[in-house]
């Protein structure tokens, strides 16, 4: 069992090596029509909120692979500005646009689904969110002791000694490779 699952984790790695620099949004897409026969997805490559409101009263259903919670934040308003409502209270159905949020917080990650007017929105659950995690240069130089601090180290500490003067760019293959491998 645990040979399965270090072969599927190194799978999955090579695939992100492989897309390093690429679009989410194009990554994704490709993704995820490899994976589900018929499925057609048109990714978009731009800011949420350069696109009329309308562009979004369009679909069925709102993916998220955002970077921040501004934008997790604009598309929530937006998801829930379509809702109509019933003399009841009760949303109409037809105006629901569910979201499917993901994302990742250094090694954490998250998934949820949040249907407006049903369950809680992005708003009210923004403190599940686990806090944005700081490690002192003293831990990362002197005393690493988890795999988060050795890429901290390589990529903070390390690249700044072997690379005097030239940034480092997050989107590069070759400078993640580097990191990777120290």
């Known amino acids: 069992m645990d040979r399965i699952e270090v ?3 190194n799978r999955q790695f090579l ?7 690429k679009p989410k949004a194009e990554v994704a897409a490709k993704r995820v029509m490899e994976r589900v026969s018929g499925v057609n997805i048109v990714p978009h490559f731009c800011r949420i ?4 409101i309308s562009f979004y009263n369009d679909f069925n259903i709102i993916v998220l692979g955002l970077d921040s919670i501004e ?19 009760k949303p109409r159905e037809e105006t629901i646009k569910p979201m499917v949020d993901g994302g990742t917080e250094g090694f954490k990650g998250h998934a949820r689904v949040i249907i407006p007017g ?9 403190w599940l969110f686990p806090p944005q995690v700081k490690f002192p240069l003293c831990t990362l130089a002197e005393t690493p002791r988890t795999a988060a601090h050795c890429i901290e180290y ?3 500490i390390k690249w700044d000694e072997v690379h005097s003067g030239k940034s480092f760019d ?9 990191v990777y491998s120290e």
Not at 49 to 52: G, I, V
Not at 118 to 126: L, S
Not at 170 to 178: A, K, R
């Open 71 to 89: 934008a997790r934040s604009y598309i929530n308003a937006v998801a829930c500005s379509f809702l109509e409502y019933e003399t009841d209270d």
């Open 118 to 126: 049903v369950t809680p929105c992005f708003e009210c659950t923004i």
């Open 154 to 156: 390589a990529h903070l």
């Open 7 to 9: 072969s599927n984790l």
């Open 170 to 178: 997050p989107d590069d293959p070759e400078h993640m490779q580097w």
């Open 15 to 21: 695939f992100r090596m492989e897309d390093v620099g």
């Open 49 to 52: 909120e350069d696109k009329d």
